[in-house]
């Protein structure tokens, strides 16, 4: 009779090479650990897309509710993310990392509907089967129609700068070339601050060649900021500042404060490269006055301008035609009653405070039941606001050593911002429970 420990299949292999020690599986929490795995997904995903930290957190714990997981808790920052899921007596800490500062408008609508969704129990298979659905949809645009988006957003805010036609159409085509700079460079893994620089470079060199061109050719215009600045405002990082903003109103300091640096140093950047392009060429910064024409066609080109450089922002991010066409509608209104206000002798920053509560509210109406996210909406509306004119002549009169002239230029670009910044968060407060009150 053989002995049972000589048959061959109670015989121990030991050159075999095994993935995972059964005693090590047995101590560990598999399926706490596919939980985490698939809640710190969603949330770097989101973030990565370009939403406010106050919108990660709530997809997270969405999907941990989902998941069955009792108790989730985190914190997201610009950079990374830190989150614990407790089941029962257990629980698991992960940390993931965020290199990704674009912004994708059409990838955060499909998560927020995700999020919106949610059945009342899932799986983590399930889980990632949708976000690896969400995560294969390219870009809906190519990179020229991306780039030829641009350079509309910026030619209907030189339209608003009181440019004239031909700068206009410079101004499109150093936008555009800029973009696709910034895009190209963007897909290369290129840093961001090194790839505002380029891109800006591009832009700001085109215009300033452009009008340069034109008056070589016989037609007499000067370089003008109202052009020079709109070429370059594709690269406002709009969404940085306004969820930096959104986030800090919610006490979110941390990721709000690296927002709002993240977004200041972007600015930053442009600004280096605008200032030094601009010396390589006498730059006028006077006031230009619209042309004397009936008010109901100066509201008119307004509102199409308006309308026009919302569009072409909100399709710069790569938002759906609904969402594009939303925005567009809501820039529109709300821009128009801000330059008719200003016109009246409103403040400005009071005209922008009001305008910008507008947008807060037409876009929580526009985004009733979770159609659309409210942030993809509103931030392409209140591009159009920010005072890019003032901030340059401010700039060129610090560097021409007018102090006084400098200060008085950067605390009135500073309080237009927070005038924009006020009226988001007022609007946010009045539409939006859940953000408005702690639970």
């Known amino acids: 009779m053989t002995d049972s420990a000589d048959t061959p ?3 121990v292999d030991d050159t ?5 020690a059964d005693l090590e599986e047995s101590l560990e929490p598999v399926s706490l650990i596919e939980q985490s795995g698939a809640i710190i997904r969603t949330g770097r995903m989101m973030l990565a897309a370009g939403t406010a930290s106050y919108r990660v957190k709530q997809a997270m714990r969405a999907v941990a509710a989902a998941l069955g997981v009792d108790t989730h808790v985190n914190q997201v ?3 990374d993310i830190a989150a614990t899921s407790h089941r ?3 629980f698991r800490t992960e940390v993931a990392e965020n290199r990704s500062f674009a912004v994708n408008s059409d990838r955060l609508a499909h998560l927020d509907r995700l999020r919106r969704t949610l059945p009342e129990r899932t799986t983590p298979a399930e889980i990632h089967r949708a976000l690896d659905e969400i995560e294969e949809r390219g870009s809906l645009y190519p990179a020229l129609a991306n780039a030829s988006f641009a350079g509309v957003a910026c030619a209907a805010f030189a339209v608003l700068n009181h440019a004239m036609p031909w700068e206009v159409a410079v101004v499109f085509l150093a936008a555009a070339l800029g973009q696709l700079t910034r895009r190209a460079l963007h897909h290369l893994g290129f840093n961001p601050f ?5 891109a800006a470079t591009i832009a700001t060199v085109v215009y300033v060649a452009g009008i340069g061109l034109l008056n070589w050719s016989g037609v007499e215009l000067d370089t003008h900021a109202a052009g020079y600045i709109s070429s370059v405002l594709f690269l406002l990082p709009g969404f940085a500042l306004i969820t930096g903003a959104l986030d800090m109103a919610k ?21 280096v490269s605008v200032w030094a392009v601009s010396l390589l060429s006498s730059l006028s910064t006077g006031p230009r006055v619209d042309a004397q024409v009936a008010w109901g066609w100066q509201w008119a080109l307004w509102a199409a301008a ?4 919302v569009a072409g922002f909100a399709f710069m991010f790569n938002s759906p035609w609904r969402i594009g066409l939303s925005a567009a509608g809501i820039g529109m209104v709300a821009n128009t009653l801000r330059m008719v206000a200003i016109d009246s002798d409103v403040p400005v920053q009071a005209a922008t405070a009001v305008a910008c509560l507008v947008v807060g509210v037409l876009a929580a109406a526009a985004s009733w ?11 392409p509306a209140v591009l159009v606001m920010i005072p890019g004119v003032s901030a340059h002549q401010a700039l060129v009169a610090l560097n021409s050593g007018d102090f006084a002239a400098a200060t008085a230029g950067i605390l009135q670009v500073i309080l237009v911002v927070l005038s924009i910044m006020v009226g988001l968060v007022a609007a946010k407060l009045v539409t939006d429970r859940e953000w408005a009150f702690d639970h």
Request: charged share 15%.
């Open 9 to 11: 299949d109670q015989e």
């Open 16 to 20: 075999q090479v095994r993935a995972i």
């Open 77 to 79: 920052a610009l950079t």
């Open 88 to 90: 029962g007596r257990i």
């Open 194 to 198: 090194g790839t505002t620089v380029a």
């Open 251 to 271: 006490m979110d300091l941390q990721s709000g404060i690296q927002r709002i640096a993240f977004g200041t140093m972007i600015t930053l950047a442009a600004g």
């Open 306 to 309: 308006s309308a026009v450089g």
């Open 369 to 379: 039941r979770g159609r659309f996210p409210v942030i993809t909406l509103s931030v």
